[in-house]
T-cell receptor, first 110, second 118 residues
Framework: SQQGEEDPQALSIQEGENATMNCSYK?????LQWYRQNSGRGLVHLIL?????REKHSGRLRVTLDTSKKSSSLLITASRAADTASYFC??????????FGKGTKLSVKP | NAGVMQNPRHLVRRRGQEARLRCSPM?????VYWYRQLPEEGLKFMVY????????ESGMPKERFSAEFPKEGPSILRIQQVVRGDSAAYFC????????????????FGEGSWLTVV
């Protein structure tokens, strides 16, 4: 079953704008991770936030985590056309595998 | 340090044939995960293996699908008697420790194998 559910399913913005994607999950977690997938490619790890962290930054990425609401958000600031991709959140299942949401498809128009 | 290597990248099979997908984990990684991705969807967990052992196969279809990770050599995902619904991208990932035991280690994905059943 899906653990993380992202919204929106699709997001289209202009270059330079910020993009915000949200993720909700169901069970308790140790950490939550965000991945990026370019069309026809594998997943690339972007950032991991631990359950005792509320916010984390990496370059133009900002991730927040609210364990009380079981939700996380990924913010990409000053977006570029090269940011066009699908973005997935993932949590860890009880057996050690990652469980992914359905993803948000981001399109950044130049 | 080479990443997770999957082959073939693209595979076409006729209905009823067998598909074998291979995954060589990163050096030093003994945990392997297989995921399936249907078009426009997220990744669905299939199976988690550690050397010579299946840890969790709760996402594997009960029939026609099998996976192994022998002591020597790559992990193999085998699909027998393929049907059109098996057409998907199959991703392998590896990690040095189980993700659930990790305080921050991530798992690394291969570029995927795209199976088309005609």
């Amino acid at each position: 079953s899906q653990q993380g559910e992202e919204d929106p399913q699709a997001l289209s913005i202009q270059e330079g704008e910020n993009a915000t994607m949200n993720c909700s999950y169901k069970t308790s977690i140790n950490n939550l991770q965000w991945y990026r997938q370019n069309s026809g490619r594998g997943l690339v790890h972007l950032i991991l936030i631990r359950s005792n962290e509320r916010e984390k930054h990496s370059g133009r990425l900002r991730v927040t985590l609210d364990t009380s609401k079981k939700s996380s958000s990924l913010l990409i600031t000053a977006s570029r056309a090269a940011d066009t991709a699908s973005y997935f959140c993932a949590t860890v299942g009880s057996q050690g595998n990652l469980i992914f949401g359905k993803g948000t498809k981001l399109s950044v128009k130049p | 340090n080479a990443g997770v290597m999957q082959n073939p990248r693209h595979l076409v099979r006729r209905r009823g044939q067998e598909a074998r997908l291979r995954c060589s984990p990163m050096k030093g990684h003994s945990h392997v995960y297989w995921y399936r991705q249907l078009p426009e969807e997220g990744l669905k967990f299939m199976v988690y293996l550690q050397k010579e052992n299946i840890i969790d196969e709760s996402g594997m279809p009960k029939e026609r699908f099998s996976a192994e990770f022998p002591k020597e050599g790559p992990s193999i995902l085998r699909i027998q008697q393929v049907v059109r619904g098996d057409s998907a991208a199959y991703f392998c990932a590896s990690s040095p420790v189980a993700a659930v035991d990790s305080s921050g280690n991530t798992i690394y994905f291969g570029e995927g194998s795209w199976l088309t059943v005609v």
